[in-house]
Nanobody, 123 residues
């Protein structure tokens, strides 16, 4: 399974950026997709995630500014970030909780992570 991110970069305060993420490979069921972020010296924190069939959930810090959408046909999620603030600066990681075939028999569920993409908000 691969989780590949794109987007991010440098944005201005009050501006907008977008992030994309797609999962591929031996995917039986994709239960959850979302974005986390980690600022320097801080722990990784949830930004937004969506459980299959449900509405997205957001961290309080981004509610009303970020929008998460999911493309079920492409096993992808998109994060639209509006009204950016300097405190949004972080490395953003895509996470996908996926059921795959186990090595011997049966199936297993694991969290898969992207490589991370930098988002910097500065004037």
């Amino acid at each position: 399974v691969q989780v590949v991110e794109s987007g991010g970069g440098l944005g201005q305060p009050g501006g907008s950026l977008g992030l994309s993420c797609a999962a591929s490979g031996d995917i039986l069921t994709l239960y959850v997709m979302g974005w986390y972020r980690q600022a320097p010296g801080q722990e990784r924190e949830l930004v937004a995630e969506v459980i299959s069939g449900e509405s997205p959930e957001y961290a309080d810090a981004v509610k009303g500014r970020f929008t998460l959408s999911r493309d079920y046909t492409q096993n992808a999620v998109y994060l639209r970030m509006n009204s950016l603030k300097p405190e949004d600066t972080a490395v953003y990681y895509c996470m996908a909780r996926i059921e795959t075939h186990a090595r011997t028999y049966g199936t297993r569920i694991d969290d898969y992570w992207g490589q991370g993409t930098q988002v910097t908000v500065s004037s």
